[in-house]
C-alpha cells in the first residue's frame, strides 16, 4: 500500500504565500506522476497541477504563474509553493500519486486525506 501525507495548508491573506508538501511511503514502490488537486465546499475535484517521474508539468489555468509544483524522487515527496493566493483558492487540497507496488506490472493512483487552505479576503 501506498500512504500520502500532506502538510502545510492553513489560513493565509489574500495575496500571501503556503507551501504544501506530500511524502509518500511504502514498502518497494515505485512512483509515476504525483500531482496536486483541490475540492472547495460544494464543487467537484479539479486539478491544480501535475509532475511526471522526469519533471513535466502542467497546471490549471487558474494557477499558472503563481503556483509552482517540484517534488524530490529521493524522499518521494511532492511540493506545491503557492504564491499570490486568492480567496477562490480556499479549498481542501489533496495529493496523489500513480504509483506501483512491488512485481505489480499496472500502477494504482493513490490519495492522501487533503489539508485545508484558507485564503482571506
Known amino acids: 500500500q501506498v500512504q500520502l501525507v500532506e502538510s502545510g495548508g492553513g489560513l493565509v491573506q489574500a495575496g500571501g504565500s503556503l507551501r504544501l508538501s506530500c511524502a509518500a511511503s511504502?514498502?518497494?514502490?515505485?512512483?509515476?506522476?504525483m500531482g496536486w488537486y483541490r475540492q472547495a465546499p460544494g464543487a467537484q475535484r479539479e486539478l491544480v497541477a501535475v509532475?511526471?517521474?522526469?519533471?513535466?508539468?502542467n497546471y490549471a489555468d487558474s494557477v499558472k504563474g503563481r503556483f509552482t509544483i517540484s517534488r524530490d524522487n529521493a524522499k518521494n515527496t511532492v511540493y506545491l509553493q503557492m504564491n499570490s493566493l486568492r480567496p477562490e483558492d480556499t479549498a481542501v487540497y489533496y495529493c496523489?500519486?500513480?504509483?506501483?507496488?512491488?512485481?505489480?506490472?499496472?500502477?494504482?493512483?493513490?490519495w492522501g486525506p487533503g489539508t485545508q487552505v484558507t485564503v482571506s479576503s
Open positions: 509532475i511526471g517521474s522526469g519533471g513535466t508539468t
Open positions: 496523489n500519486a500513480d504509483a506501483r507496488i512491488g512485481l505489480t506490472l499496472r500502477s494504482s493512483v493513490y
Open positions: 511504502g514498502v518497494m514502490i515505485s512512483i509515476n506522476a
